[in-house]
């Protein structure tokens, strides 16, 4: 039982505030804004969430949406498709977790996802502030 709750209590101390958290969201969407288009490393980046999307065995693939990258923040949304009517309800989950397995989105220090039954929006920045 100490064990378990000296690791809870590491736990607790390491917690980001939900405070910080949002703040933290509000500059990164506020780079996605401002930020100049790096060419080179958008394309790259959105060319291979868009073949992950196709290679990963999914039971469903989705659509995305949105995937607009600039020189260091990507924001990714996916929806489900029309001719599905539910999603399994891990389905979000299990799709973010094959995708943090690829090498290509090693390069994300913070990430942050937000997911309903039919979206999973994805903001992501190679720096950390």
Known sequence: VENQQAVIASYRSSAIPPQQIDSHLNELYTLLEEQ????????????????????????????????????????????????????????????????REQSWWKQFKFTSSTSSDGTLTVIASTEQS
């Open 36 to 99: 100049a288009r790096d060419e080179a490393w958008a394309y790259q980046v959105e060319t291979a969430m868009s073949d992950f999307l196709i290679m990963a065995d999914l039971p469903v693939q989705p659509q995305l949406s949105v995937s607009t990258c600039k020189s260091s923040v990507c924001q990714f949304k996916l929806v489900k498709p029309e001719s599905v009517d539910d999603l399994p309800s891990h389905f979000w989950r299990e799709l973010g977790d094959k995708m």
